[in-house]
């Protein structure tokens, strides 16, 4: 069988991230739940829950946070030349009068490039007119065992008044706006921080009437969000 250099790589440090295994009893134990040889886009579909059931719970009695590093090194999240995930700040309610919380879909240190229903987390800022902080990151996958993926992607940040994403589809929208939150597709690939700044300058008295009724707004108009440019 033959492997790509960074397949194999993402083998051997999952492996050793595992107890009392090597790469072969690893190979052996995705071969129950992939088809061989591993592809990243196979890999990329590894939830816990299937790790542990596979080879009649070869991995059952790992301890979670183990199967969850492992699952990270194989889907490429962690490993030499990943680029760490960005410190949060600390914040406490009421730091930022007049702010507004916003969340990003994420796969990649602090960019909006991720699909609501396949992103890895959610940047969770606070924005005011004068600051951005990023206050929370809170990853999609601790759901995989929810019957419903995209309310509990919903109830992740349901604490938030925005959600801006590459994409989504109308269900899971329809999710998000009876969790409270009103979202905003951005197809094109970018720093979260640059779209959070052209939001900046809409925040405060002279808000537009989307932004300024987010909260009283009906689910009906809220889930006809359209690609809007926060910054027109």
């Not at 419903?148 to 938030?160: E, H, P, Q, V």
């Amino acid at each position: 069988m033959s492997l790509s250099k960074e397949i194999a790589l993402r083998i051997g440090l999952a492996a050793r991230a595992l107890p009392d295994t090597d790469p072969k009893r690893l190979l052996d134990v995705l071969a129950d739940v992939i088809d061989l040889p591993p592809t990243s886009k196979a890999l990329s579909k590894l939830t816990v829950k299937s790790l542990k059931a596979a080879s009649d719970g070869e991995f059952s009695d790992v301890d979670v946070g183990v199967l969850k590093e492992a699952i990270a090194y194989l889907k490429g999240e962690k490993g030499p030349g990943v680029e760490p995930l960005p410190e949060i700040a600390a914040y406490d309610e009421g730091d930022m009068p007049g702010s507004i919380r916003v969340a990003c879909a994420s796969n990649k240190g602090e960019m909006l490039d991720g699909h609501f229903g396949s992103c890895q987390r959610f940047l969770v800022y606070q924005v005011s007119p004068d600051e951005i902080r990023l206050v929370d990151i809170r990853a999609t996958d601790t759901g995989d065992d929810e019957p419903d993926k995209n309310a509990y992607r919903a109830s992740l940040i349901g604490d938030c008044q925005i959600l801006f994403v590459g994409s989504i589809g109308g269900p899971a929208a329809a999710k998000v706006v009876r969790a409270g939150v009103h979202p905003i597709k951005k197809p094109e690939v970018g720093e979260a921080r640059v779209e959070l700044a052209a939001l900046q300058p809409r925040i405060g008295p002279n808000a537009p009437p989307w932004l300024a009724k987010i909260m009283g707004q009906s689910p009906k108009e809220r889930i006809r969000f359209e690609q809007e440019e926060v910054g027109a």
